[in-house]
């Protein structure tokens, strides 16, 4: 579970810092279009301020990879990484909309999400021996 919060915590944290900085050019990389209003913008930096708590909480969790508490982080990484890959594809799939990252985002989520499954199931694997 180290390795997973590593990598989890510096990819989010270039996204959530990408969000908070330039979210309507982060937006057309994902979706092919810039975000249209302040409000638009607004929300985004919300996310990205999300995205950035994650991000820190995987960083300082990385440490106590046997705990718990992170076993629960890891958790609600797998349901944070499947339902961006499903809103992603969603908003393509419903909305046409479909950046030069789009794709590859939702390839991303699907393969943490698979990365989250297998580092629970071998924790659990490991609590049963």
């Given amino acids: 579970m180290k390795t997973l919060q ?4 510096i ?13 309507s050019l982060t937006a057309s990389l994902l979706l092919g279009t810039p975000l249209d209003s302040p409000a638009a913008a607004g929300l985004a930096r ?4 999300a995205i950035l708590t994650l991000a820190i909480g995987c960083w300082l969790a990385r440490r106590d990879a046997d705990s718990l508490a992170s076993q629960g982080l ?13 809103l992603l594809a969603f908003v393509n799939l419903n909305h046409g909309l479909h950046g030069v990252l789009l794709w590859p985002a939702v390839l991303f989520h699907v393969a943490m999400g698979c990365w989250c ?11 049963l021996r």
């Fill in 74 to 86: 890891v958790a609600a990484l797998l349901f944070y990484n499947i339902a961006v890959a499903c």
């Fill in 11 to 23: 990819i989010e944290a270039g996204a959530g810092i990408a969000l908070l900085g330039f979210p």
């Fill in 6 to 9: 590593t990598f989890t915590a």
């Fill in 46 to 49: 919300v996310g990205g301020a």
């Fill in 117 to 127: 499954v297998a580092s629970l199931m071998r924790k659990h694997q490991s609590v």
